[in-house]
């Protein structure tokens, strides 16, 4: 059995408005046998998507790989519009040592309410994927049912926006569902009659585009 626990503490400051929140980065971050064009930081595997999406939205030209620039050029850019991340798994078991979300057990979630009371400017949570099991959404379910807070939809289109009321101040707390930036996910969107529309129209369209063009309202517009 292998433990697998989040090798980054969250990194949000006192003007974050955004939290990115996912589950957990591949388990060669935690055991610090990172490949080449990797970057040694939160959403930093080479395979992943985050990153890329966000450098087409906002033209950042990041660098990719295992140096102290391409951490620096990520945690600027956070800085400067005021995105934190901090992902909703502390550490995990497995029996196979991959990246599954489906392959986690005896999950350890962190305190995420008790950060959002740390930080009152958070407005939005942008979970990197959905209510599936062992998704972000279905970790933060159980976490606001353990709470005695529970989700009210705002929109059951993919992405699917939810929000909660939050504190004794009344705050209220929205969240985006976004497709999860990894290739595994390829399928589901292109499954999807929205993505479909959009390829028919024009054959060059791919499923990075269309994160690219799902993820690109809830960075620039809020």
Known sequence: MFLHSHPYPPFINNDSTRLIVGTLPPPRFSMGLLKEGDVDFCYGSRDGQLWRILDRIYNLNLVYATTDEAIVQRKEFLIREKIGICDIVES???????????????????????????????????????????????????????????????????????????????????????????????????????????????????????RVDQYRPFFINT
Not at 96 to 110: F, Q, T
Not at 129 to 146: A, T
Not at 154 to 159: E, G, M, N, T, Y
Not at 177 to 198: C, D, E, F, H, Q
Request: no cysteine; aromatic share 12%; hydrophobic share 30%.
């Open 92 to 210: 995990a078991t497995r029996q196979k040592i991959d990246a599954s979300d489906l392959g986690m057990n005896s999950v350890k979630m962190r305190n995420i309410l008790g950060y959002l009371k740390e930080y009152p400017k958070v407005k939005t949570l942008l979970f990197t994927g959905g209510n599936s099991k062992n998704g972000p959404e279905y970790f933060f379910r159980k976490l606001l049912k353990e709470h005695g807070y529970s989700l009210t939809v705002k929109s059951d289109k993919v992405p699917r926006e939810h929000e909660f009321q939050f504190d004794d101040e009344l705050r209220v707390i929205q969240t985006i569902s976004l497709t999860a930036p990894s290739g595994a996910a390829n399928r589901a969107v292109g499954s999807l009659n929205s993505y479909k529309k959009i390829k028919s129209k024009n054959p060059f369209y791919n499923t990075f585009d269309f």
